[in-house]
């Protein structure tokens, strides 16, 4: 069976109706697989789908921003303030072509909304399992790396750090997401790969 | 325009996005490493254990190196001599990047990435309806991006009082710029800018369906995204977008012949 098909520039009659019918299952298969919630459609792979049917929906939501804060200490009982994970970057005219900076920052920004989502959605009854996650190791070892770079400047050398997601607005946070318990840094392991 | 002119244009835009993604890259290769914040042995426990193995023979470091460089050999490869090849190695390499950080390092420009490998695996597909079909699946979904962006904004009580915008120029990237400082204080302008925005996203399907406003409305889109370089630090959709304009052109001047 042909269909006729129009398409800009040309008329053309050559495809046919099986072709087009199992490009629009496959399409209808891949956009279903990517409305199904988080929780039941998990896995690396489930990234990959949502990253090949784009919902181009930014900037949408205006609410608070989850952000990453860390505080350090020698000793669990002298932890100090909490204090953002990384500052901003500052611009620079070749950010027109390339912006390592901000696409470092964008990438972190990603990992921590991840959590947060995980812990609302995935996690949100079995909170215990959420420790164990990929969004939050990941969000671990930014909090890791932060904590290792907070005991750069000479003073004693930092033994426990913690971290928290706060919510924030234009003011400053506005209410804890996620905090973690208080961990030991074990300088074994962080030497110059966390640098 | 022709659609080989669209098509090799689309492809050498391409290859010159892919570029500065591939320095960007290179600038950040430590913290790929183990033990670093991207630590691959971190999110391959998210596939199962054999499909791990396989990624990590692409994926592990420095492996991922070769593979980020492999993808800029075939985005210019695409650009010199397209086939269906090197169009199937930059639509692997790139999928497999995505894998890398969990569906995307930088949002909606991945995905734009992807929607254009996947139109230049189509385009070199030996049919004659492919290149066509190829730059219409571009041109349509580079017109959705703005129009789909500009009906969620639309919806959003803080985007029609303009106090969103504010707030993301604020809490961006970036620090605000000091010069726009005041600027972001007065709601009447901030309510003035969100309209010009919306204005423009939800008007963006002019561009292909009216051929009179398709250089405008793609002028227009330049600035847009030179603004959001500037103001938020978006530089890889200010490129990866630009990539799509010649399918675009084509497309209109296409549909306005028929």
Redesign the interface.
């Known amino acids: 069976m042909v269909a006729t ?6 008329h ?1 009659s ?2 046919s109706i099986a072709y087009l019918g199992w490009l629009l299952v496959g399409l209808a298969v891949v956009a279903w697989l990517c409305t199904r919630r988080s929780r039941e459609l998990s ?3 489930a ?2 789908l ?3 049917v ?9 609410g608070p ?1 989850p952000r990453l804060f860390v505080r350090t200490g020698t000793s669990r009982n002298t932890l100090g303030p909490w204090r953002p994970h990384a500052p ?4 620079a005219w070749w ?16 990992t921590v909304m ?1 959590l947060v989502d995980d812990a609302t959605t995935t996690f949100a009854e079995n909170p215990h399992a959420l420790e164990r996650s ?1 969004s939050y ?2 969000v671990d ?2 909090a890791r ?1 932060a904590a290792v770079h907070d005991g750069d400047d000479g003073r004693e050398p930092i033994a426990v750090y913690q971290f928290k997601i706060a919510l ?3 003011i400053g946070p506005v209410e804890d997401a996620v905090q973690s318990p208080i961990y030991t840094i074990e300088h074994a ?2 030497a110059e ?3 | 325009m022709t ?1 080989t002119v669209a098509l090799a244009l689309t492809a050498r835009l391409l290859a010159l996005a892919v570029l ?1 993604q591939t ?2 890259y290179w ?2 290769r ?2 790929l ?7 691959w042995s ?2 391959r ?4 254990p054999p ?1 791990a193995r396989v990624l990590d023979q692409f994926l592990r470091w420095p492996n991922v190196l070769a593979l980020v460089g492999l993808r800029l050999v075939a985005a210019i490869g695409l650009a010199l001599v397209p086939n269906l090849f090197v169009a199937l190695v930059f639509l692997c390499t790139t ?1 497999l990047l ?2 890398r ?8 420009s ?3 990435c ?2 254009l490998a ?1 139109a230049l695996v189509v385009a070199t597909l030996p049919h ?2 492919a290149t ?2 190829a730059l ?1 699946y571009i041109a349509v ?1 580079s017109t ?3 129009w ?2 500009g009906v ?2 639309l ?2 009580v ?2 029609r009082r303009g ?2 915008l ?3 120029v ?2 961006g ?3 605000p ?1 000091t010069a726009l400082l005041g600027l972001l204080a007065v709601p009447r302008w901030m309510r003035m800018l969100s309209a010009l925005a919306l204005t423009f996203e939800l008007g963006f399907p002019l561009a292909l369906l009216v051929p009179a406003c398709t250089g405008p409305m793609l002028i227009a889109g330049a600035v847009f995204h ?1 603004a959001n ?2 103001l ?5 959709f ?2 990866i977008w630009l990539a799509t304009y010649p399918a675009l052109v ?2 209109a001047s ?2 306005a ?2």
């Open positions: 098909v129009t398409v800009p520039g040309q053309v050559e495809l896995g690396g792979l990234h990959l949502k990253a090949l784009p919902s181009w929906k930014f900037f949408d939501e205006a921003v901003r970057p500052c611009r950010h027109l072509f390339v912006n390592a900076p901000v696409l470092e920052h964008l990438a972190d920004e990603t991840r990929v190791r990941l070892r930014l790396i924030c607005d234009e392991h962080c790969a966390y640098r | 659609d500065f320095v960007e600038q950040m430590s913290r490493r183990p033990g670093a914040k991207w630590d971190i999110g426990t998210e596939f199962h499909l999928l995505t894998l950080w969990r569906g995307a390092v930088n949002g909606g991945d995905a734009m992807l929607v996947t004659p309806l066509d079909v219409c979904q959705l991006s703005y789909v962006a969620v904004k919806r959003s803080s985007w106090t969103a504010s707030k993301f604020r809490l990237s970036y620090p710029p030179l370089t500037y938020l630090g978006l530089t890889r200010l490129w084509y497309c296409q549909l012949v028929g």
